[in-house]
């Protein structure tokens, strides 16, 4: 019985470890705002923006207690014990005498301090908490910088693998028509309506369907490699994209003067270099500063205990006299390394000149980038509606070409080149409608937002109808 027991009971414990046990996961589903979330929890360079900012309070803190409070130390313990040897003194007219008595004499002291002190040299005060405010500032305006270039990049590499996924449909929807057409081609033969050629060229239309289905495979797992790295996620999970509208519409809506403003007004990086513009002229008063008068105010109080030998030596006791001190000292440093001072002031002048063209020389730059982009969204818009009725018009011949060639009025070949022109309008349209959804991703970047419509009229499908499948206008991708 004991036996039976311990064979029972070892037959099920793998078991029941095996339910227990958590079950691996080995596939991870995003929607493109579950991409966004996750992005900015594991983008490395978005991370190094983030920890940048937590510098902030540390740095603030430091600069009120180190430079614009007053200044307090305290020494609770100072104990010395000192000895001092004269050989030579001097008389009452200030003569060399050698001392008949030359002996060690030695001294012990203990104190204890407080002291309060405060400087300040014309405006330093008020430059000192201006240049740590724009450094704050600059950092926040770093970490929205990130982000919002960490976003584009995320939703350019997932709607880069929506592409190739969509590609990969369209091929195997291919292999499909093919597989059809070769079908068809068998049976004609076997009805000696087509030859034995007919049959071949039908399979070599097959492979090479496939081996262009193998080669859009791997471009699409590359681009799931491509935005996992941007997502800084690792490991051998398959990663699964849902399904996601495609922003496409007409951008006729869209006024260019309208988004050079929004971007003047509301593009990060066109913030930052103004706030280069601030610094640099928070610089060149800091230099200026340098002619003003240095003020200086203190305040001590000491207690000291000194004795000769070792009778003051670790005294802590509190009965002793206690010192105080107060000072005010007010100087002109204004020919303190005179030179130095104005050069380091004109090189400053320099560069906040040099920063405030580079800040107009950026808007320039973002004047231009919006114009162009906004021109190259308007031109994929009508590259699209080409591509599109070009897909249509492909259609229709290639149902045509069928009926012609089940009719015997077509030769294989010239079916062929149907398919091809056919798949290639398929492909067209396509890359089209991504071409656009970069463009638009591109004038985004440029405005530092949004410019779509809330709603969206149009959308598109990876699959639809028509003759061998393909992209289908409306609904979703």
């Known amino acids: 019985m004991l036996v039976a027991c311990v064979g029972l009971v070892a037959a099920t414990s793998p078991a029941a470890a095996q339910q227990v046990g958590p079950s691996p996961v080995d596939t991870l589903r995003l929607s493109l705002p579950e991409a966004l979330s996750l992005a900015e929890g594991g983008n490395p360079a978005f991370r190094r923006a983030e920890n940048q900012l937590s510098l902030n309070p540390v740095e603030s803190r430091t600069t009120w207690l180190g430079e614009l409070l007053p200044q307090i130390s305290l020494s609770l313990f100072d104990t010395r014990y000192t000895g001092n040897l004269q050989r030579l003194g001097t008389d009452p007219l200030g003569n060399p005498l050698e001392n008949p008595a030359a002996d060690w004499v030695y001294f012990s002291n203990t104190t204890q301090a407080l002291n309060v002190g405060w400087a300040f040299q014309g405006r330093s005060l008020f430059d000192t908490h201006r240049a740590q405010t724009l450094v704050n500032r600059d950092r926040v305006l770093g970490r929205e910088v990130a982000r919002n270039e960490l976003q584009i990049e995320v939703q350019r590499r997932y709607m880069e693998a929506l592409e190739q996924r969509a590609l990969t449909r369209a091929e195997e929807e291919l292999i499909s028509a093919r597989e059809v057409d070769r079908q068809v081609a068998e049976r004609l033969f076997s009805l000696a309506l087509?030859?034995?050629?007919?049959?071949?060229?039908?399979?070599?239309?097959?492979?090479?369907?496939?081996?262009?289905?193998?080669?859009?495979?791997?471009?699409?797992?590359?681009?799931?490699?491509?935005?996992?790295?941007?997502?800084?996620?690792?490991?051998?999970?398959?990663?699964?994209?849902?399904?996601?509208?495609?922003?496409?519409?007409?951008?006729?809506?869209?006024?260019?003067?309208?988004?050079?403003?929004?971007?003047?007004?509301?593009?990060?990086?066109?913030a930052r270099s103004e706030l280069d513009v601030r610094r640099a002229s928070v610089a060149v008063s800091q230099e200026r500063n340098s002619w003003w008068p240095e003020v200086s105010m203190g305040f001590g109080l000491f207690r000291r205990a000194q004795e000769r030998n070792q009778g003051a030596l670790f005294d802590l006791s509190f009965d002793e006299d206690l010192d105080s001190q107060f000072y005010l000292r007010l100087s002109l440093p204004v020919f303190n390394n005179f030179f130095q001072n104005r050069r380091a002031a004109e090189q400053a002048a320099v560069e906040l000149e040099n920063r405030r063209e580079a800040d107009r020389?950026?808007?320039?730059?973002?004047?231009?980038?919006?114009?162009?982009?906004?021109?190259?969204?308007?031109?994929?818009?009508?590259a699209l509606r080409l591509a599109e009725r070009s897909w249509e018009?492909?259609?229709?011949?290639?149902?045509?070409?069928?009926?012609?060639?089940?009719?015997?009025?077509?030769?294989?070949?010239?079916?062929?080149?149907?398919?091809?022109?056919?798949?290639?309008?398929?492909?067209?349209?396509?890359?089209?409608?991504?071409?656009?959804?970069?463009?638009?991703l591109d004038l985004e970047a440029a405005v530092g937002s949004e410019v779509r419509p809330p709603s969206f009229n149009e959308g598109v499908d990876e699959g639809g109808g028509g003759d061998g499948g393909g992209v289908a206008n409306g609904g979703r991708v």
């Open 194 to 270: 087509r030859t034995r050629v007919d049959v071949l060229e039908a399979e070599l239309a097959v492979e090479q369907q496939n081996l262009a289905l193998q080669r859009q495979d791997a471009a699409y797992r590359q681009a799931l490699l491509s935005l996992r790295t941007s997502l800084g996620q690792n490991g051998s999970a398959d990663l699964v994209l849902e399904e996601e509208p495609l922003p496409v519409f007409d951008p006729s809506s869209l006024d260019a003067d309208v988004l050079v403003r929004r971007a003047l007004d509301g593009n990060r990086n066109l």
């Open 361 to 382: 020389e950026a808007r320039l730059a973002v004047e231009e980038t919006i114009r162009s982009a906004h021109l190259l969204l308007e031109s994929e818009w009508t």
């Open 393 to 440: 018009i492909a259609r229709e011949a290639l149902r045509l070409a069928r009926e012609e060639y089940r009719l015997g009025a077509r030769s294989f070949e010239e079916l062929r080149a149907s398919f091809d022109r056919e798949a290639e309008t398929r492909r067209q349209v396509i890359q089209a409608r991504y071409a656009f959804v970069d463009a638009l």
